[in-house]
């Protein structure tokens, strides 16, 4: 039988993904076909996070439900799935279960469309024990170069807009000895991007406290393998939450090479009082303090930042507070959100009061305002000389695409398609607001620190 599967949302749903093919293809003997159309079964990794992917969840089945009529298909979906919608998603799709629930999927799949009570278990924040024998799972990475390691499950911040807590559940940090393990064997594979994952990483073993190291510990371990390793690689984490990030992690960033020079720190807003409204824990001037420690230990890395405009009750002084913190800090990147309720999230039973072109406009005006920023960032890079991890072939034919350590894209002219997944070096010749261009070059590690 050959299966398909469609991956929504964030970095965890692909490192899920690929758990799901293992079991997949190593229990059930199933083949992948990248064409839809030949699978007899499909599935989707979802998000309840936004509502534009829980449209596409509903488009897809929509699809595969009428194709029955002419052809075998069963259908699955598991992933980060809030309860509301997960029951209107009962009706229409043949499995519907928790990512924990993996191990079963085989049994699920011989009984065809009866799930585990385990499976709907959720809705009150519980994280079933089966996450640990889903960790287990040895995955089927989707990429030979890249790789993505879970650290922890779930969420214990309660963020008002954020659907998370009630789509994975509490807080649960993975064993570090499993961590290191699955970092070490990605090493020893060629892996040169290595990203721990979680939605809060740095709070990484405060379920076991007592029985688990810290999250700075743990990157300290990850870069003394690197040192004792000898090997070539870059280990980024995401998402951090500011509340929780200590002066410890920025130092052990800064002590190790390994640890990617990189860092991305959501702040959502510049207002503390819309940050009370979203449950954030933190304030103004604690993301403050830890922006200037990174800019006095790291001074190198990239900063990336998530905003959301248009919060139930953002004001327009509110709004422009946010717009200062992005003077004030020049982001890297910034992602912004224009805010829509999430059903299960608490700010859902709150009034949608701003506007949908006020919060267009505010999207538009913080977009302008990153860009500012980010091309004086850009320029400051002309003539330098940065190592760069290819990425693929660049859209534009005769170039390939690639990322610094602080994953700004570069672009440039090679055909060469043995250097994707593999470091080499690209001077800087021209850039844009996001993206930079250059001329290949080879230069040795001495040369370049010379250089740069």
Known sequence: MKYHIITLGCQMNVS?????????DDKMGYTWTDN?????????????????????????????NKQKNHRHLITFLTGCILPYDKEQFLKKFDIVFNMADLPKFPEMISQYGITSPASLNLTEGKVPESIKDFWHITPHYSSDWQGFIPIQNGCDKFCTFCAVPYTRGREISRPHEEILDELKAQVNKGYKSITLLGQ???????????NEISFAELLRRVGEYG????????VYFTSPHPRDFTDEV???????????????????????KVLIRMNRKHNIDKYRHIIHKIWELVPDATIFTDIIVGFTGETKEQFENTRKIMEEFKFNMA?????????????SRWPDDVPDEVKKERFHELTNELTKHTIVHNKAMIGNTYKVLVTGKNKKEGYLSALTEGKIIVRFPSNDEKLIGDFTYVKITSVTPFATEGKHV?????????KV
Do not use: T
């Open 16 to 24: 899920d993904s690929e758990r799901v093919k293992a079991v997949l």
């Open 36 to 64: 839809e159309e030949e699978a007899q079964l499909v599935g989707v990794i979802a998000c309840s996070v936004r509502q534009k992917a829980i449209n596409k969840v509903y488009s897809y089945i929509s699809k595969w």
């Open 200 to 210: 809060n990483v740095n709070s990484y073993g405060f379920d076991k406290r007592g």
């Open 227 to 234: 040192k004792q390793s000898g090997k070539d690689f870059w």
């Open 250 to 272: 920025v130092e052990v960033i800064a002590e190790y090479p390994h640890i990617a020079k990189q860092i991305h720190l959501p702040v959502q807003s510049g207002d503390d």
């Open 335 to 347: 992602y912004i959100a224009q805010y829509s309720p999430r059903p299960g999230a608490a700010s």
């Open 442 to 450: 080879n230069v040795d590690e001495k040369e370049l620190a010379e």
